[in-house]
């Protein structure tokens, strides 16, 4: 009491703020130099590899032959032909797999979601769906096979792949579906139910057009991811270099198997047509990225 | 209208409405089921095949390194090798990926502004959307011979720790669990980060607001309310990267060099992971015995990652059991 009388200039208490101490501020910038630097460590692969690729097939995409020819007849060490056998396997069978995996996903989603009340056996669909998404692409591949060739007898096909791929495709539509179904209002569903509108119509009429958008942008996803796997492609169907349309039967290129098949090819074409084929996977499921993108961005669930 | 209210209409209204939701119903629920059984196939009919060749097994399927399926009569394989360079190269993956993820993931939400930080995420996706073939290409003609330095210089001076001693093929082209260690990890990054990301930006704002009112600086307040936080999802994450790595297999294939003698516990082996080595037959599967063997080796890999995924399951799970 004194001493404030005494010193008026004096403050009553010292500062309630003071510096950090200098060993506490070098722990933060180093952290937040750290933290920088991972992200720089993780960009670095992407750009060497994107410029490898690039680099390495920009100029078998310049031939215009390239995208509406196939390798028939075209022998390993001619610059000449193009992957449009391969294109279109990988298409198809990614297509053929979404025909199957999307219903059965969607269904699974609203079961979950509309039905499933967090159950007993919700709650193992949802741990099965955790499980099927770590299976991987070969153990999916081996089931397939040891389904349809060596149980029921039938040949290798395009068919057999698009069914593995089904395995790989299902939890992530599963998952994007519930996630999308889930952000729809409970309003929504409780004014269609007051005009007296049954469960099934609500849903079908109701909760999936106001999740359309994002459950299209999840499909899109999971295809994109399933036209990269190699694994069952190596396993279920023999390689073609000429075109094949039919799925059920015969062997078919996909882009994956043909890179995989051209790698044992020393000549400069074949390395060509590595990288080329390497490029234009990279670009087809960047563009499936690109459009499910375009989509959620232009239509998101209005939640409130 | 209001004659239905007392006439024949209402019941038969409801039960065609019960009929439609009882259709809906059971289409959903038969749905959950396919997915539900189709895991339980997968398991019965590996073993289904698988038996068969176990029984012809002539050596211990655990303990032995040899692989000859060639002659039907006289069947002997065992995965000892193949379980050796599957866990080293995920190990390796696991040990590159999660500091690196973790760091990803506090940069993308605790540093940098939400606004800024979209773009740079959609950047890592893009790492997930690369093909695991063309990792493979990549892996095996540019980034294993630009290894190649630094896998001798770790061999030379560190070839004391039996992790970095000579392995069983040439250093040279860099074909070895090094490369592919290091491949692995790039390919399971993704997933690691949009993980943990997803826990680190829940971490309760009441938490973060306090830790900083009481002066702690930004690393501080990660340290004591972010990291606790987020810990089970970000093990979690890396649990489900782990299950990436034990399973990829192009990228394996292409990368490592197949090895006359067997594996020395060393990151400069070559040789073959499960998924790689039942790739590597597939043209071949053709004498069931011979493909049950491969069949068997997948089964092993399928209860291995199956064990990975519910284990991370069941962190996420107690973690978020423990958040709310």
């Not at chain 2, 990291?227 to 890396?238: D, E, K, N, Q, V």
Request: charged share 10%.
């Amino acid at each position: 009491m004194t001493a404030v009388l005494t010193d008026p200039n004096r403050p009553a208490q010292a500062p309630a703020f003071q510096k950090i101490s200098t060993a506490r501020q070098i722990k933060n910038r180093l952290a937040t130099v750290l933290t920088g630097l991972t992200f720089l460590v993780a960009v670095i692969p992407l750009v060497w590899l994107l410029y490898t690729v690039i680099s390495n097939g920009y100029e078998a995409l310049l031939n215009g032959d390239w995208w509406f020819k196939s390798l028939k007849g075209v022998l390993p060490e001619q610059f000449t032909g193009g992957v449009y056998h391969a294109l279109y396997g990988s298409i198809v069978q990614a297509l053929v797999c979404a025909l199957i995996a999307v219903p059965i996903g969607i269904l699974t989603a609203i079961y979950l979601v509309e039905y499933g009340n967090n159950g007993r056996f919700a709650r193992i669909t949802t741990f099965m769906v955790d499980i099927l998404s770590g299976v991987p692409s070969i153990v999916a591949a081996l089931f397939v096979f040891a389904l349809w060739v060596t149980t029921f007898g039938l040949e290798t096909s395009a068919f057999a792949v698009s069914l593995a791929l089904v395995l790989l495709m299902l939890p992530v539509v599963v998952r994007s579906t519930e996630e999308m179904l889930r952000l729809v209002p409970d309003e929504l569903r409780e004014a269609s139910y007051a005009l007296g509108v049954p469960k099934w119509k609500t849903i079908v009429k109701i909760v999936l057009p106001t999740a359309l958008s994002g459950i299209v942008t999840g499909v899109m996803l999971a295809t994109a991811r399933v036209m990269g796997e190699t694994a069952p492609v190596l396993v279920l169907v023999g390689y073609s270099r000429s075109i094949n349309f039919d799925v059920f039967d015969g062997n078919m290129a996909s882009l994956p198997l043909l890179i995989y098949n051209e790698l044992l090819n020393p000549e400069p074409a074949g390395q060509l047509r590595v990288w080329g084929a390497a490029l234009t996977l990279i670009l087809l499921i960047m563009f499936f990225n690109l459009v499910a993108t375009v989509i959620s961005r232009f239509s998101a669930i209005k939640t409130k | 209208m209001t004659d239905n209210v007392t006439g024949s209409s209402p019941p038969a209204r409801s039960t065609g409405r019960r009929r439609g939701d009882g259709i809906f119903r059971s289409m959903t629920t038969g749905s959950s089921l396919v997915i539900v059984v189709s895991i339980g196939l997968i398991g019965l009919f590996l073993l289904i095949q698988a038996v068969p060749s176990l029984q012809a097994n002539t050596i211990n399927f655990f303990t032995s390194a040899e692989w000859s399926t060639g002659d039907v009569g006289n069947l002997a394989f065992g995965i000892r090798d193949l379980l050796v360079v599957t866990v080293l190269s995920s190990l390796l993956a696991l040990a590159i990926a999660m500091p690196i993820a973790m760091g990803i993931a506090l940069f993308l939400t605790h540093y940098l502004p939400p606004k800024i930080a979209q773009p740079f995420a959609y950047v890592i996706d893009l790492l997930a959307a690369v093909p695991s073939i063309v990792f493979g290409l990549w892996g095996a003609k540019v980034l294993g011979p630009s290894l190649e330095p630094i896998a001798t210089f770790l061999n030379e001076n560190l070839s004391w720790i039996p992790l970095f001693s000579d392995g069983n093929v040439s250093l040279s082209g860099g074909g070895n669990i090094f490369t592919a260690g290091i491949v692995l990890a790039i390919m399971i990054l993704p997933i690691i980060t949009a993980v943990s990301r997803e826990v680190f930006r829940q971490t309760p704002a009441m938490q973060i607001e306090g830790a900083l009112a009481l002066g702690a600086t930004r690393w501080e307040m990660i340290r004591t309310t972010v990291l606790p936080f987020g810990r089970s999802g970000y093990i979690a994450g890396s649990m489900l990267g782990l299950g990436r790595a034990l399973g990829e297999t192009v990228a394996v294939l292409i990368i490592l060099r197949s090895a006359s003698s067997s594996s020395t516990f060393s990151f400069f082996d070559g040789g073959y992971t499960f998924a790689s080595k039942i790739a590597s037959a597939a043209p071949e599967f053709s004498e069931p015995l011979s493909t049950g063997a491969y069949i068997a080796a997948g089964l092993v890999l399928f209860v291995f990652t199956f064990a990975v995924n519910a284990l991370a399951r069941y962190i996420a799970g107690r973690g978020k059991a423990k958040a709310s």
